[in-house]
Nanobody, 123 residues
Framework: QVQLVESGGGSVQPGGSLRLSCAAS????????VAWFRQAPGKEREFVAF????????VHAKSVAGRFTISRDNAKNTVNLRMNTLKPEDTAVYYC????????????????WGQGTQVTVSS
């Protein structure tokens, strides 16, 4: 079993930055793919980025590429999401999720989820 806890959400103005963290407990994230998803009110859950924890290979959604960066800190058993140049359309609850095996942008394939952290971008 893996327990995931997100932190780092908050309210920022457009153009601002935040760093989200996803801390894992219960076992190491080695061998897992960890992803960030987001869900805005009235919208479906959307893939943001994922990382292969062992290889460090990353994929970012087109909507965030060049602004967001997913990374891992193996010593802390944590995956981070650095978000720069935030826009109002980035407002959502952000979730981290983990699965074993190969990459997937589909939320249905992830077994382990955190509780979510709110990000609000507004002037």
């Amino acid at each position: 079993q893996v327990q995931l806890v997100e932190s780092g959400g908050g309210s920022v103005q457009p153009g601002g930055s935040l760093r989200l963290s996803c801390a894992a407990s219960g076992r190491t994230l080695s061998g897992f793919v960890v992803a960030w998803f987001r869900q805005a009110p009235g919208k479906e859950r959307e893939f943001v980025a994922f990382i292969n924890v062992n290889a460090g290979i990353t994929v970012h959604a087109k909507s965030v590429a060049g602004r967001f960066t997913i990374s891992r800190d193996n010593a802390k058993n944590t995956v981070n999401l650095r978000m720069n140049t935030l826009k109002p359309e980035d407002t959502a609850v952000y979730y981290c999720a983990a699965k074993s095996g190969s990459y997937s942008p589909s939320s249905h394939e992830y077994n382990y989820w955190g509780q979510g952290t709110q990000v609000t971008v507004s002037s």
